[in-house]
């Protein structure tokens, strides 16, 4: 039974990973950008919450209204200034530029607010609770929130991607970005609409492992970031679905792991994305050869 | 190279090919005069100065290496923490079987290139952005494996041994040689590497890869071989890092800061010349100790600085200075020259 409770917990730990991922993903796919501040914006995306709920004293989840929006205004400006400007200079300014700014703000974090790390709504019955199905499975009413979040997050980006005006902008312009310009499409736009759409998500992925979990400086690289792209390489480039597979995957791999050894739990997950780079390098869903 | 410098410059008789717009005697000089000097420095100054100069040479030559690979090579690795983290733990493994720590550098160096072998197995399949985040992944896993050895010290690390006994002037002063030694080996190695075939095909693969290919390149052999050779010099410089700390700890010697140093020292100083790294360490070692007693905020300003030049002045502050005075003090392309003046070949 405890093999299964680890399973179980696997995959609703991949809900979350998939939360981090979706927003790396489609920043990859529409842009071409890899993002190497990811893990650190959804730091940020944190913080504010903590802030937002701190000074308001709003319920913590209607932090999400508050801090979602912000971050996805956030990731329209920082693609038309910072990231455009660096694509516009080629791949390795973009690396180099995103690496900049993961450094500066996990620096920066650290400068004013301490290497302590602070959890969200940590009093909540929603964060604490949980139910139990016979006597070893327990789950936690926060991590089937976050994978049933993470779901309809996905569902709803293959939506907006597929049927909406926007989506479909989008995805002209992933194809070709000329020829979508040339159609009369502004690619700078629309690029910022498809960033502000990850930070959107960006956000939620902070604020989910806040609440799951504790944010400090060092979570934006250590974690988000590293467990974001374990998830995307083992579901396969190009595929919404595939990054819930990813974290799954890597989330199973975790809870086994740990059920080993408890100290194993991080290497297990790092070991299958591993396995799956040498032997399925287009991931285990994919649409596209890997770039 | 010389036959077909002697044919052309034999076909139109007023151009000659040359590596370098100056003598390159005179700089090899003063680099001879400038090495000398750093020599007998444990002599002449304190050795608070020598421990501060150790931590220039172990910043320099990351910073050279990493300017192989991602100046060079096009190879953005954000995980030679690893090969620092493995260079250091070598030395300690090492030292714990008798071995002296400084005999254990160049072992421990050549190891670190033996392990960049598999690791390079590992992700020479990924481009650019995927290449970085998968390098950082394998810094964190190698981590994580060295993490589990509890007798060298498991997650915790533990105290280099081997300097019992040790005249600590005289230790302070072989690190101090030691870090020396390993600049000026890996600089020399480098410039070298570059003069010959690998400099060659890896400015045909910068310039046009397909090309290359297409015409015998043999890019994958070349990319490997950067990867080799910055495994080695990370290496090292973590050997030399393990030694004049005298401790090994697994969260500092795998710190993802060694790497974001040696990138913005680099792209401070300019990427894809030997003279940047020399130029973004001083910057870089300035800036650091200046700061010092502000915590982070030299990384944060580096991180700004480095920000700032990848995107306004894309070839550093080398550049600059190149652009101005019209020198290069390690020449590795070639320069066609005629009687009215010169000008760039490649």
């Known amino acids: 039974m405890a093999w299964v409770n680890a399973i179980i917990q696997g995959i609703l730990t991949g809900g979350l990973y998939a939360l981090f991922a979706c927003g790396l993903s489609l920043m990859f796919g529409v842009m ?23 000074v308001t004293h709003v319920p913590v989840l209607w ?11 956030l990731g329209y400006v920082l693609q038309r200034t910072l990231i455009q400007s660096s694509l516009d200079r080629g791949v390795l300014t973009t690396l180099i530029v995103t690496f900049g700014l993961s450094v500066v703000i996990e620096n920066g974090l650290l400068q004013f607010f301490t290497a302590n790390s602070r959890g969200i709504g940590a009093e909540m019955t929603l964060v604490t609770g949980s139910f139990k199905i016979g006597s ?9 929130l976050i994978f049933a979040v993470a779901v309809a997050v996905l569902l709803g980006l293959q939506y907006f991607l597929s049927r909406s005006k926007y989506g479909r902008l989008i995805r002209a312009v992933a194809d070709d970005k000329e020829a979508a310009q040339l159609a ?3 690619y700078r736009h629309v690029f910022g609409i498809a960033a502000g759409v990850a930070f959107g998500t960006v956000a939620l992925g902070g604020i989910a492992f806040g609440m799951y979990s504790n944010l400090d400086p060092t979570t934006g690289t250590d974690t988000i970031l590293l467990f974001a792209f374990a998830a995307v390489v083992i579901g396969g480039l190009g595929s919404l679905w595939g990054t819930l597979l990813g974290g799954v995957v890597l989330g199973v791999a975790q809870q086994i792991g740990a059920q080993i050894n408890i100290s194993d739990e991080l290497l297990a997950g790092y070991i299958v994305f591993l396995v799956v780079l040498v032997l399925r390098p287009q991931g285990l869903i994919s649409r596209r050869a890997q770039p | ?10 076909l139109t008789g007023n151009f000659r090919v040359t590596r370098s717009r100056r003598n390159v005697v005179w700089t090899g000089g003063g680099a001879l005069i400038v090495v000398v000097v750093l020599a007998f420095f444990p002599y002449i100054v304190y050795s608070g100065t020598t421990a501060i100069l150790v931590q220039g040479f172990i910043v320099l030559t990351l910073a050279s290496m990493w300017n192989l690979l991602a100046g060079y090579a096009g190879l953005v690795s954000v995980g030679q923490q690893a090969f620092v983290g493995l260079g250091a733990y070598f030395v300690l493994i090492l030292a714990l079987h008798g071995f002296s720590p400084f005999a254990a550098l160049p072992v421990a160096a050549i190891g670190c290139g033996v392990a960049a072998l598999p690791l390079w197995w590992l992700v020479s399949r990924l481009r650019s952005g995927y290449f970085a985040i998968a390098t950082w992944v394998l810094a964190a896993t190698v981590m994580l494996i060295i993490e589990k050895f509890t007798s060298i010290g498991g997650g915790s690390g533990m105290p280099l041994p081997g300097f019992t006994g040790m005249n600590p002037t005289l230790l302070t002063a072989y690190t101090y040689w030691a870090g020396l030694i390993v600049t000026v080996l890996a600089l020399a190695g480098i410039y070298l590497l570059l003069r010959g075939r690998l400099g060659l095909v890896l400015t045909a693969v910068r310039d046009d890869e397909v090309a290359a290919r297409s015409s015998g390149s043999r890019v994958g052999l070349a990319r490997l071989l950067v990867f080799v050779v910055a495994g080695i010099g990370c290496g ?9 700390q005298l401790q090994v700890q697994p969260s500092a010697v795998f710190s993802i800061q060694w790497t974001a140093e040696m990138a913005f020292a680099t792209i401070i100083g300019g990427l894809g010349t030997i003279e940047g790294p020399i130029i973004g360490t001083v910057v870089y070692m300035v800036l650091q100790q200046t700061l010092q007693s502000y915590n982070a905020w030299y990384l944060i300003i580096l991180g700004l600085v480095a920000m700032a030049v990848a ?11 190149d652009e101005r005075l019209n020198i290069r003090l390690f020449p590795v392309g070639y320069w066609l020259r005629s009687g009215q003046g010169d000008g760039p070949d490649s």
């Open chain 2, 1 to 10: 190279m010389s036959l077909a410098t002697q044919t052309e410059a034999g």
């Open chain 1, 184 to 186: 009369g499409a502004d």
């Open chain 1, 63 to 73: 932090s999400v209204v508050i801090v979602v929006p912000v971050m996805a205004v």
């Open chain 1, 32 to 54: 071409k950008v890899v993002n190497l501040a990811h893990g650190d914006l959804a730091v940020i995306a944190g913080y504010i919450a903590i802030g937002v709920i701190t």
């Open chain 1, 136 to 144: 070893q499975i327990e789950i936690a009413y926060l991590l089937l």
């Open chain 2, 236 to 244: 090292a410089a973590g050997a030399v890092l393990a030694i004049s």
């Open chain 2, 311 to 321: 995107l306004f002045a894309r070839r550093g502050l080398w550049g600059l200075i």
